[in-house]
Nanobody, 125 residues
Framework: QVQLVESGGGFVQAGGSLRLSCAAS????????VAWFRQAPGKEREFVAA?????????DYADSVKGRFTISRDNAKNTVNLQMYSLKPEDTAVYYC?????????????????WGQGTQVTVSS
């Protein structure tokens, strides 16, 4: 079992930045793909970014965040971060960390075995 805990959410003005962190316990991240999803009120949960544990270069980003968000990981600390720059009001959502074995089909929520409770990000215009 893997327990995931997100932190770092908050309130920021448009154009600002935030860094989210996802800490894992119960099992090492080293063999898992870890992703970030988000869910805005009244909308479905959507994919944001994913990264493979075995390669820093193996990442995937939603078009809406590409070039503004960066996913990174510290396997020694069992932590995955999402650095968010140039935030927009449409980035407002609850952000969830998720993990699964293997890499592929990263954008589908149903592929993920483990989920955190989420952290709220609010971007004001």
């Amino acid at each position: 079992q893997v327990q995931l805990v997100e932190s770092g959410g908050g309130f920021v003005q448009a154009g600002g930045s935030l860094r989210l962190s996802c800490a894992a316990s119960g099992r090492s991240f080293s063999s898992l793909t870890v992703a970030w999803f988000r869910q805005a009120p009244g909308k479905e949960r959507e994919f944001v970014a994913a990264g493979a544990s075995w390669s820093e270069r193996t990442t995937d980003y939603a078009d809406s965040v590409k070039g503004r968000f960066t996913i990174s990981r510290d396997n020694a600390k069992n932590t995955v971060n999402l650095q968010m720059y140039s935030l927009k009001p449409e980035d407002t959502a609850v952000y969830y960390c998720a993990a699964k074995p293997g890499y592929g089909s990263n954008r589908f929520t149903t592929m993920y075995n483990y989920w955190g409770q989420g952290t709220q990000v609010t971007v004001s215009s």
